[in-house]
Nanobody
């Protein structure tokens, strides 16, 4: 059974911080890429960040580079997204996703998804 469960979303003011968590349940996570995507109302799903679990290699969307950090805790099998200097345009539902042997920024290549957690940034 593969299950991804996001948490940590909420309402914050511009300039604030949030840390999202994705609890990962799968037999072997080490061969997977974990990623965060987001989707605002009326907009297409947007890549945020990804990490190849085994090596820790990462990639980020230009819009969040230097503000967001993806990380993982191997012991807890949990993926995090630390979000600093939040802006109103970061408002979206954030989704955790997983796919084998990729470091992709394309949503359709990911085979497993969480339910999403809402992040709202007020001005």
């Amino acid at each position: 059974q593969v299950q991804l469960v996001e948490s940590g979303g909420g309402l914050v003011q511009a300039g604030g911080s949030l840390r999202l968590s994705c609890a990962v349940s799968m037999p072997t996570v080490s061969t997977y890429t974990m990623a965060w995507f987001r989707q605002a109302p009326g907009k297409e799903r947007e890549f945020v960040a990804a990490m190849w679990w085994s090596s820790g290699s990462t990639r980020y969307a230009d819009s969040v580079k230097d503000r967001f950090t993806i990380s993982r805790d191997s012991a807890k099998t949990t993926v995090y997204l630390q979000m600093n200097s939040l802006k109103p345009e970061d408002t979206a539902v954030y989704y955790c996703a997983a796919e084998r042997l990729m470091l992709s920024n394309i949503a359709k290549y990911y085979g497993y998804w969480g339910q999403g957690t809402q992040v709202t940034v007020s001005s």
